[in-house]
């Protein structure tokens, strides 16, 4: 048996409800002008976060003066979250009364950003958790502010999928931070979450994948932690997420997978799976996607005891619980519905601990990932510490079992030992880490993508671990996914005028009409519903909107998009009316090469972490209010700083 051993905290970062000027940053060194926004400016008072920061910036300035004296440097704040997970803004940190999981939430949208005092709106009220999807109060949790960090302003090449700071023609006495996602010269297209980019003389649009591997793993988000379950839940009678399983065809509301008696022994306290598998077929370990509703978390609130209904699972999607909040302006035609899970993700990791106790000579570990039309496999055999990367078809003429090896590796996962692995499809590349170390494999695990990547049932069960022949134990179970990049574009006439191109709507046109989101989002339990619904609207979108869904760049322009796409105003969506007016020549959607300030290197002051009075410290600060009549006064319930505090260290790191 495996108990439950130290491990790196996992707290899933998300991003506020709505664009709302996500990409603002306030410099430490110089005063950044930014838009009022919320309540009227008259009668306004100063920032209440200055003497917050002053003190912060008093406590680390020894750091930046020692350790970033040898080049020019510049410190910024981030004021809210469109580069969550990488960047925090404004933010709280929650723990689900569900699962118990700790994780963190937007709040840049309760408080103007020019004065920082509440918005009308009031207070962010609720909260979904990521983990189960239990609705958690937020209304006082402490509130943080962003991360501050250092950009490097003497870069001699910007590269893709950099962290970068610019000025946006449009504004420019406003920073913005956003990921570099397109290369002078190029053609940029996005296709279900993914980036491709075809170069000057090419004819192909190519997937365009993280030169470092570990930049893919540091903006992953959660979609479930085995450590914290629903509890609740399981109480009354709801299946675990992870179960020991055999393949049946016949039940395909289950992924095709039925729960089932076989060599894997779950052990719920101490959230660890054993298993002593003989020579021959596969003994399976498999996760069902099973997201509960309000009817079942309903039930579990009411007290009576009684079983909830069965919870069906769902595809994998791009829920993004740092967005869910129930402060929300009332919505506009057409604005983005950042707070809907959408998308079918089909990139991604699983990360596992495995005691190994004993193995046969034939025997074997596999791990799966689907992937709608196929599945990725990495078989482990101890006897050899062989690695090998299986490609298995996905249809109804291939045999569940048939696959092809596509690379190997020799790795040390051979003696009786523990060890942590992760393994990733992500960017249509399969990768693997041995107790930290990146396997290579050369380019055979790079697969080449062909038109759309449609799910079917098996994409309810999308990942599984199996052994034949080992003796051994595996706990740490977690599950992550991708950054799924939303096709938002900006609709405009292709005619110009002196003024330049003349807009036909303000807002984003998504990348299936608004009309069907709730097509999508409704079919996520019915693969097959989604899979036509998607190929329709997808198709529709293309004839009507093909001159708006590629992005050519000139040779001295960038494109830039946040980490946290549904609720990040990328470049693609910066506005077409501001850059004739200022006499500015460039495409709407790109930045300039000579409006580049710096690469992000390193958050060196997250937030301080407040202790004594039950881990909330006293408050120093309070946040301030508009009364009815329009004064400011104090909010005496709502800490705005907090003391004593010590540092963060666990998120003091480099920005990948």
């Known amino acids: 048996m495996v108990?439950?051993?130290?491990?790196?905290?996992?707290?899933?970062?998300?991003?506020?409800?709505?664009?709302?000027?996500?990409?603002?940053?306030?410099?430490?060194?110089?005063?950044?002008?930014?838009?009022?926004?919320?309540?009227?400016?008259?009668?306004?008072?100063?920032?209440?976060?200055?003497?917050?920061?002053t003190i912060e910036a008093v406590a680390i300035a020894f750091i930046l003066a020692f350790v970033f004296k040898t080049?020019?440097?510049?410190?910024?704040?981030?004021?809210?979250?469109?580069?969550a997970p990488t960047l925090y803004g404004r933010h709280k940190e929650v723990t689900c009364e569900g699962c118990k999981l700790a994780y963190t939430i937007g709040a840049s949208q309760e408080i103007d950003q020019e004065t920082g005092i509440l918005q009308p709106s009031g207070r962010i009220a609720t909260s979904t958790c990521p983990n189960c999807r239990f609705e958690n109060s937020v209304t006082d949790a402490p509130v943080f502010n962003g991360d501050r960090i250092v950009v490097n302003k003497q870069v001699a090449r910007f590269e893709r999928f950099n962290v970068v700071v610019f000025k946006n023609p449009e504004e420019p006495n406003v920073n913005y931070i956003?990921?570099?996602?397109?290369?002078?010269?190029?053609?940029?297209?996005?296709?279900?979450?993914?980036?491709?980019?075809?170069?000057q003389g090419e004819t192909e649009f190519r997937i365009q994948r993280k030169k470092d591997p570990?930049?893919?793993?540091?903006?992953?988000?959660?979609?479930?932690?085995?450590?914290?379950?629903?509890?609740?839940?399981?109480?009354?009678?709801?299946?675990?997420?992870?179960v020991?399983?055999?393949?049946?065809?016949?039940?395909?509301?289950?992924?095709?997978?039925?729960?089932?008696?076989n060599a894997w022994q779950p052990n719920s306290e101490l959230r660890s799976y054993s298993a002593d598998a003989p020579i021959g077929d596969l003994q399976w370990l498999r996760y069902r996607h099973l997201i509960p509703g309000d009817i079942h978390w309903n039930a579990a609130k009411?007290?009576?005891g009684k079983p909830i209904p069965a919870i069906n699972p769902q595809l994998i999607a791009d829920f993004c619980g740092f967005n869910?909040?129930?402060?929300?302006?009332?919505?506009?035609?057409?604005?983005?519905?950042?707070?809907?899970?959408?998308?079918?993700?089909?990139?991604?990791?699983?990360?596992?601990?495995?005691?190994?106790?004993?193995?046969?000579?034939?025997?074997k570990l596999v791990i799966e990932l689907e992937e709608g039309?196929?599945?990725?496999?990495?078989?482990?055999?101890?006897?050899?510490?062989?690695?090998?990367?299986?490609?298995?078809?996905?249809?109804?003429?291939?045999?569940?079992?048939?696959?092809?090896?596509?690379a190997t590796a020799t790795t040390d996962f051979r003696d009786a030992d523990e060890y942590e692995l992760v393994f990733s499809n992500v960017d249509d590349r399969a990768c693997v880490w041995i107790d930290g170390q990146l396997i290579e494999f050369g380019e055979a695990v790079n697969f080449a993508a062909a038109g759309l990547n449609l799910p079917a049932e098996h994409d309810l069960a999308p990942v599984g671990i199996a052994v034949s022949g080992i003796q051994a134990s595996v706990a740490d179970l977690l599950i992550r996914r991708d950054i799924y990049y939303r096709n938002d574009v900006l609709d405009y006439d292709q005619e110009h005028s002196e003024q330049g191109p003349a807009p036909r709507s303000q807002y984003p046109v998504h990348e299936v009409p608004l009309s069907a989101m709730n097509t999508l989002s409704s079919n996520l339990r019915t693969p097959a519903n989604y899979a036509r619904a998607y190929a329709e609207l997808t198709e529709a979108q293309n004839r009507k909107y093909s001159r708006l869904r590629e992005y050519p760049l000139d040779d001295d322009e960038y494109m830039m998009f946040g980490d946290n796409s549904p609720a990040s105003q990328d470049s693609r969506l910066f506005d077409y009316w501001s850059r004739p007016l200022r006499g500015v020549v460039s495409h709407r959607y790109a930045v300039r090469q000579q409006d580049l300030i710096g690469e992000a290197l390193w958050i060196f002051w997250p937030h301080g972490v407040p202790f004594l009075n039950d881990g909330k410290g006293y408050s120093v600060l309070n946040h301030k209010k508009y009364d009815e009549h329009g004064r400011v006064i104090k909010e005496p319930r709502y800490p705005l700083y907090s003391a004593p505090f010590y540092p963060n260290l666990s998120r003091m790191k480099v920005i990948r």
């Open 214 to 242: 570990e930049v893919q793993r540091d903006i992953q988000l959660l979609v479930y932690d085995d450590h914290f379950p629903a509890t609740p839940l399981l109480e009354l009678g709801a299946e675990e997420r992870w």
């Open 302 to 304: 009411d007290g009576t």
């Open 373 to 406: 039309v196929r599945a990725v496999r990495l078989v482990l055999t101890p006897a050899t510490g062989l690695a090998e990367i299986v490609l298995v078809p996905r249809n109804s003429e291939a045999d569940a079992e048939s696959g092809t090896v596509v």
């Open 71 to 83: 080049f020019e440097a510049e410190a910024f704040v981030i004021p809210t979250g469109s580069m």
């Open 324 to 363: 869910e909040t129930s402060v929300r302006e009332s919505r506009q035609w057409g604005e983005r519905d950042d707070d809907m899970e959408l998308y079918w993700v089909d990139d991604l990791t699983v990360e596992l601990t495995v005691d190994l106790q004993s193995s046969l000579p034939d025997g």
């Open 244 to 261: 020991p399983a055999h393949r049946s065809p016949s039940e395909p509301a289950m992924g095709g997978w039925s729960k089932s008696e």
């Open 178 to 199: 956003k990921r570099l996602i397109g290369l002078p010269g190029e053609t940029v297209r996005i296709q279900q979450g993914n980036i491709f980019a075809r170069a």
């Open 3 to 53: 108990g439950r051993r130290p491990r790196r905290e996992i707290v899933p970062r998300y991003e506020d409800s709505r664009p709302q000027k996500p990409e603002l940053m306030t410099s430490n060194r110089k005063k950044t002008k930014t838009v009022a926004s919320g309540a009227e400016s008259k009668g306004r008072q100063k920032p209440q976060e200055g003497m917050r920061e």
